[in-house]
């Protein structure tokens, strides 16, 4: 929560403080912006395997924590196109390496059947970072208009906090303390343990639909092209899908439990794809603008703690932040490549087109990932069914 505050409250007013205060150009920021989204999953497979190697989640977790904290020091001194980019990529590289040890952390401490509830706790706290930051920064600068330095010392500040909560009260709960005090050998990470039976069929089908989830902005877009309260809001629309999430996470983690995770985490995208249908529905503007930003809520509600618990529930406690990594990695990745090629569809075909396209993709697309899960949903199925 800390460090989202951190973090979220810098990247609400990045557009504004890169063209406007600095008077760079929007091809600048947006190479900024595609490092800022896009960096963090070239080390997110290192991270988790880092943490499954040396079997100390947390102290690695605290690394990553600790280069995104002291890359907002950057912000204060730097203020060129090159400094930025090497701020913003030692940030995202500090992301891209906590996630997955932080992930295996929540694993290695939370009751497995309350798992999927943990990690929406988590998600939870995630999102009230997600949406103080930016309303942080919104007074700051209603307060003081100019006031940029004071985000980033206010941004530093929460950083700080959070990487010595992390540091001095978390415990570091090791996967392998067992192995370690029977004096047995430390063995390397098994990559092919990692991806093969039912975590295969769980990667690909996190990339088939990475591959058709589109991001935010473009949704927010559509909205504000068509609604005048969309549009005088724009800069709030995040944090309206963080409050929606946090709503719905504690919720939908606990219904991922019950239920199973891999049926929550399909089905879950039936509320991304009434976002896209919602979108372009001829119906009211702020009734389409609301009704948005509760499905995009409990889409991520749905997806986000409960890939990481699904895979968690698959990998071994040797391999937990590998694979967890390996998942992120491959929604980071397809979700990336999602964001350019509907770009390039709008440019095409025009924005309404475009994203009744993506939501017949999607349509598509939910039930055949129902398909290729057959085997995990039937066993969630039958579990229930002996619980019961």
Not at 85 to 90: G, L, S
Not at 156 to 183: E, K, M, S
Not at 302 to 307: K, P
Request: charged share 15%.
């Amino acid at each position: 929560m800390l460090t989202d505050i951190s973090s979220e409250s810098v990247s609400a007013i990045l557009p504004l403080y890169i063209t406007g205060f600095l008077g760079l150009s929007t091809i600048a920021f947006g190479v900024l912006d595609g490092m800022y989204q896009g960096v963090s999953a070239v080390v997110r497979i290192a991270g988790g395997y880092a943490s499954d190697r040396i079997d100390q989640p947390k102290w690695v977790a605290f690394v990553g924590y600790t280069l995104a904290a002291v890359a907002r020091v950057g912000l204060l001194f730097w203020t060129g196109f090159a400094a930025l980019t090497a701020v913003i990529t030692a940030d995202r590289l500090g992301k891209g390496i906590r996630t997955a040890p932080r992930d295996a952390l929540i694993t290695a401490t939370s009751d497995p059947a309350r798992l999927a509830a943990s990690f929406g706790v988590h998600r939870m706290l995630d999102n009230i970072g997600a949406a103080v930051g930016p309303l942080l920064a919104f007074l700051i600068l209603l307060i003081v208009p100019d006031g940029f330095h004071i985000v980033f010392i206010a941004s530093l500040a929460f950083a700080t906090i959070g990487v010595l909560v992390l540091g001095l009260i978390v415990p570091n709960v090791r996967t392998r303390r067992a192995q370690a005090d029977a004096g047995e050998p430390r063995r390397r990470v098994d990559w092919r343990s990692v991806v093969r039976g039912r975590m295969r069929r769980v990667l690909a089908a996190a990339g088939v639909l990475g591959l058709v989830t589109i991001g935010d902005g473009f949704v927010y877009l559509v909205l504000q092209a068509r609604s005048d309260f969309a549009a005088q809001w724009f800069p709030l629309l995040y944090v309206g899908t963080n409050l929606a999430f946090l709503a719905f996470a504690v919720p939908l983690g606990r219904l991922a439990d019950r239920v199973g995770r891999a049926r929550v985490f399909v089905w879950g995208h039936a509320g991304l794809l009434a976002a896209y249908v919602v979108a372009v529905l001829p119906m009211a503007d702020l009734a389409a603008t609301l009704l948005c930003l509760v499905f995009l809520g409990a889409f991520y509600a749905a997806t986000d703690g409960v890939l990481a618990a699904l895979t968690a529930q698959l990998a071994t406690p040797e391999t937990r932040g590998t694979a967890i990594a390996s998942a992120q990695t491959v929604v980071a990745v397809t979700r990336f490549a999602s964001a350019a090629g509907f770009g390039l569809l709008w440019y095409a075909a025009g924005r309404e087109p475009a994203m009744i396209i993506a939501a017949v993709v999607l349509a598509v697309a939910i039930p055949l990932v129902a398909i290729l899960l057959r085997p995990l949903l039937r066993a969630e199925s039958r579990s229930g069914q002996a619980a019961g």
